[in-house]
Nanobody
C-alpha cells in the first residue's frame, strides 16, 4: 500500500496563492507513478484538476485552472506539488492527491488512479 499525505491547504483571499504538497510513502517507485490532483466542492462531484507523468515531462490541466495552477514534482523527495495562483472563490474545495501506479501519462479519470490522499481543505474567501 502507498500512502499519500497532502499539506498546504488553508484560507486565502481571492487573488491569493497557495502551494499544496503531496508526499508519498510506502512501497512505491515514485518516478514510475503518474500523479494527479482532484478537488471536490460541497454538493459536487470530485473533479480533475491537474496531472503529471512519472518523469514530469507531460502535464495536463482542467480548463478552469489552466494558466493559474501549475503541477510539478520532485521525484527525489517523492513529492508532487500544486501551485495555485490567482485563486477564486469557486476554487474552494477539498483537494486530493492521487497516484497512478501504471503511469498512464496524464490520467484525468478517477478510475485511473490507485491511491488517494485524505484531502486538504482550500477555502478562498474575503
Amino acid at each position: 500500500q502507498v500512502q499519500l499525505v497532502e499539506s498546504g491547504g488553508g484560507l486565502v483571499q481571492p487573488g491569493g496563492s497557495l502551494r499544496l504538497s503531496c508526499a508519498a510513502s510506502g512501497r512505491t517507485t515514485f518516478s514510475r507513478y503518474a500523479m494527479g490532483w482532484f478537488r471536490q466542492a460541497p454538493g459536487k462531484e470530485r473533479a480533475f484538476v491537474a496531472a503529471i507523468s512519472g518523469s514530469g515531462g507531460r502535464t495536463s490541466y482542467a480548463g478552469s485552472v489552466k494558466g493559474r495552477f501549475t503541477i510539478s514534482r520532485d521525484n527525489a523527495k517523492n513529492t508532487v506539488f500544486l501551485q495555485m495562483n490567482s485563486l477564486k472563490p469557486e476554487d474552494t474545495a477539498v483537494y486530493y492527491c492521487a497516484a497512478d501506479r501504471r503511469d498512464r501519462g496524464t490520467p484525468d479519470f478517477l478510475y485511473e488512479y490507485d491511491y488517494w490522499g485524505q484531502g486538504t481543505q482550500v477555502t478562498v474567501s474575503s
